[in-house]
């Protein structure tokens, strides 16, 4: 069986791993000239970054298993340390916590138990929502802010630690944000293992971690793996897809066909095509919304507590020191959703967020070099209901199908979400076939 891969992102990647691993042919189609969507590398100045910092956690089993089919061992790519949290504020009224060295879920109790910054109540309060959530039974999806209230928790403990997760996990706010959802990745990451909620720290930029080992295994399989090969359309016989048409007019057959894209760019390619009008009218309910990362270069000897920290009362919402990566001295500031960031120019951006860091760090200089990447589409938005409006990986079309974060995985747009996705595609496609 041949089947065309449409996009290098991570489900892309994992599909066409996937296949690859049966015994299927693949031939991979990216229109950009290097593979990893949205989570690739670009460079600042001599070295390779990542085009926006991503959270890795010990509950993305799928991810490490894609790691063995590339031949890469967690500990050569991933720093693993237990979860800490820190969460800082310019008033000074910073909430520490780290898991104990216990079982699940008893690592959580106890980390918010002995959580610093914290009031008796508010302790309380966190700990009865987590001890609420393996048994939580929704009717209906509701919004992250309305499981909250519900849950009795407070406004302060809202805006300084459930307002930032939920960004993190999410990138949506807690009046939008699915509480379905958002239970979900709670669970997983913090209730069956205590390594779940382990933080994988990147030792290297993402698109050396996936992307580029991706490629190769895919190449060693017999697989064909084309960058800056943009699909215009498709060629649709009877349901059936013939081949795809490319930016310079040729045509590639094949038995199958996975559309990998984003769900903007593969509303764009399903377009004029009457057999796709449902589908195009669920990736139309897919709101999207925006990730900026700020990049401050300081001397070398610059550096955080710990790798990950969180930023309350201010503009950038996560701080991540990038030294596991080697690269001293380098900053990485994350800002989730729509906010005021976006009316700024680039330079304004990075000047108020060098600011907000002052305060937080007085001691450190001034930054030397600075970039900020804006991905006005980074994820969908994972909205109160979302899960109803999601695709599934079929579509009416009997040999295509869809793949990415944004289908009915269950799952936030993660990586995590997109390499599920890929694994998931390639099991309903599979299972279409004759024996």
């Known amino acids: 069986m041949h089947t065309i891969v449409i996009g290098a992102g991570w489900a892309g990647l994992t599909a066409a791993l996937e296949l690859g691993k049966q015994g299927h042919r693949v031939t991979v189609l ?61 008033n000074n009224n910073d909430i520490r916590m780290q898991a104990a060295h216990l079982p699940a879920p008893v690592h959580m109790l106890v980390a918010l138990l002995t959580a610093s910054g914290l009031s008796v109540s508010e302790r309380w309060q966190a700990l009865r929502l987590c001890a609420a959530l393996q048994g939580l039974k929704l009717e209906s999806d509701i919004s992250v802010a309305e499981l909250l209230s519900r849950q009795g928790q407070s406004s302060r403990l809202i805006d300084e630690l459930w307002q930032p997760l939920c960004l993190a996990i999410m990138n ?12 979900r990745v709670l669970i997983d990451a913090f209730l069956h ?99 900026s990362t700020v990049y401050l270069q300081y001397p070398a000897q610059v550096r955080a507590d710990i790798p990950m920290t969180g930023m309350n009362g201010t503009v950038g919402q996560w701080l991540f020191d990038r030294r596991v990566c080697g690269q001293h001295g380098l900053m990485a500031v994350v800002i989730s959703g729509h906010g005021e960031h976006e009316q700024m120019d680039n330079n304004t951006l990075a000047e108020r967020v060098t600011r907000e860091l002052a305060l937080l760090f007085p001691r450190w200089p001034e930054p030397v070099q600075s970039l900020v990447i804006r991905e006005k589409r980074a994820t969908f938005v994972c909205h109160n209901g979302v899960n109803a409006h999601r695709p599934g990986h079929r579509t009416p079309a009997h040999n295509a199908w869809l793949a990415g974060d944004y289908t009915d995985t269950g799952y936030p747009a993660t990586l995590e979400g997109a390499v599920r996705s890929g694994l998931s595609c390639v099991q309903a496609l599979v299972s279409t076939m004759p024996d």
């Open 30 to 90: 990216e229109a950009a000239r290097q593979a990893g969507g949205r989570a690739r590398s670009v460079a600042f100045g001599d070295i390779q970054i990542d085009n926006g910092q991503h959270l890795l956690i010990g509950a993305y089993h799928r991810i490490l298993q894609l790691l063995q089919t590339i031949g890469l061992e967690e500990s050569a790519v991933f720093e693993r340390r237990p979860l800490q949290l820190l969460l800082r504020n310019p």
């Open 193 to 291: 293992r205590r390594s779940d909620s382990d933080l994988l720290i990147p030792r290297r930029d993402l698109g050396a971690i996936i992307p580029e080992p991706a490629i190769k295994t895919i190449r060693a399989m017999k697989g064909d793996v084309r960058l800056s090969c943009k699909v215009q359309g498709l060629t649709l016989v009877d349901r059936h897809i013939k081949d795809v048409i490319l930016s310079d007019g040729s045509t590639i057959e094949a038995d199958q066909f996975i559309i990998a894209t984003a769900p903007h760019a593969c509303q764009r390619l399903l377009d004029k095509q009457a057999v796709f009008e449902d589908t195009r009218q669920q990736l139309s309910r897919l709101d999207s919304a925006p990730i």
């Open 172 to 183: 949506t706010p807690t009046p939008l944000a699915s509480a379905e959802i958002f239970v």
